[in-house]
């Protein structure tokens, strides 16, 4: 096992070396544009786990993610060379949410907000329904 310094040392790395690849060697016609967002090591270093994002529809991260498998190999083998770790970690691809999830949590927000704006502007010229002061007071208590 590895410490925890080394292994989000190493996870760094290979985020900018699989990055690094997926922009200047892999020449698949199917790769959307790409941003790696983030990787993950196991403790004892033979499991990487890329996140990343695909700026377009469903069909361009389908593409994209048989792209990144089938260049799955490449990209090891130069994690492998950049990292000088002993055992190569294998690499497994997973589409980053965060983004869409960011995304829809702010239509939310907005919505809740055009909401929240209505309301004030009905209240705005509200008047109660009762008299001003709803609590009985005896005349001592009035003044």
């Known amino acids: 096992m590895a410490d925890q310094a080394r292994t989000r040392r190493m996870s760094v790395r290979v985020r900018e070396i699989v990055a690094d690849v997926i922009e200047r060697q892999v020449k698949d016609p199917r790769l959307g544009m790409v941003?790696?967002?983030d990787a993950r090591l196991t403790g004892d270093l033979r499991e990487a786990t890329v996140f990343y994002t695909v700026y377009g529809d469903e069909a361009v991260r389908t593409?994209?993610?048989m792209a990144l498998e089938s260049a799955k190999g490449v990209i090891r083998s130069a994690v492998g060379r950049g990292t000088g770790l002993k055992h190569t970690p294998s690499i497994t691809f997973m589409h980053d949410a965060l983004p869409d999830d960011a995304k829809h949590i702010e239509e939310l927000l907005e919505r809740a907000r055009?909401?929240?704006?209505?309301?004030h502007q009905l209240a705005e010229g509200a008047k109660p329904a009762g008299d001003i002061d709803p609590y009985r007071r005896t005349?001592?208590?009035a003044e």
């Open 114 to 119: 055009a909401v929240d704006e209505a309301v």
């Open 139 to 141: 005349d001592d208590e």
């Open 35 to 37: 941003t790696v967002t």
């Open 63 to 65: 593409d994209t993610a």
